[in-house]
Every structure is written in C-alpha cells, then in structure tokens.
C-alpha cells in the first residue's frame, strides 16, 4: 500500500483556482492508478477524477469536466488536482486514492489507500 497526505485546501472566491497536491510515500506508487473524490457535508463521497499509472488516460465527473485536471509526477510521487471557474457547490472535503484496479478507482470501490483529506470552501 501507499500512504497518502493531501495538501492545497482553502478558501477561494468563485470564479478562483486553487491545486490540490497529493505526497505518496512507498516504492510502488507508479503502479497505482489515483484519484480524487470529494465529500460534501451531508453529502455521500464522490468521484471527481482518475488517471492511470502512467498518464495516459484520465476520466472527469460530468461536474468538474472542463474545470478541473488531474496529473501526476510519479519521479516526485505526487498526484495534482487543478481547479479552475470554482463554483460553490465545489465546497466540499477533497480526498486522494490509490488502487491498482482502474475501474475501482473510477467506480469508487474496494479503494486500497485513502488520504485524510483537504477542505475546499469556495464562497459566492
């Protein structure tokens, strides 16, 4: 398994940008597919965004396609989330995740590691 500590949370106005960095520790993260979710209060989790081991691909939710991208840099064993036009329904708590199944990731499911997680609030 990897550990994972999110970082890049905070208030930001609408219309505002912020990136969210996710630090992986442990020697297997390149073979992890990562994600991003998000947890608004009262509010079940939810997928926000995936991308493979190496890049290659990635997949949005319908919510933040064209606003938010994920990358990452597996020489630094980071994961990134930039997001830009934030909107107030974005305010939520942002978690990390690593699997090794690419669909698990996407589908939310039987996800092998979990950060703790970075407040988002964008106020209107």
């Known amino acids: 398994q990897v550990q994972l500590v999110e970082s890049g949370g905070g208030l930001v106005q609408a219309g505002g940008s912020l990136r969210l960095s996710c630090a992986a520790s442990?020697?297997?993260?390149?073979?992890?597919?990562m994600g991003w979710f998000r947890q608004a209060p009262g509010k079940e989790r939810a997928f926000v965004a995936v991308i493979s081991w190496s890049g290659s691909a990635t997949d949005y939710a319908d919510s933040v396609k064209g606003r938010f991208t994920i990358s990452r840099d597996n020489a630094r064993n980071m994961v990134y989330l930039q997001m830009n036009n934030l909107k107030p329904e974005d305010t939520a708590a942002y978690y990390c995740?690593?699997?090794?199944?690419?669909?698990?990731?996407?589908?939310?499911?039987?996800?092998?590691?979990w950060g703790q997680g970075t407040q988002v609030t964008v106020s209107a």
């Open positions: 995740a690593a699997d090794r199944t690419y669909i698990d990731v996407k589908n939310m499911r039987a996800i092998d590691s």
């Open positions: 442990g020697r297997s993260f390149s073979s992890y597919h």
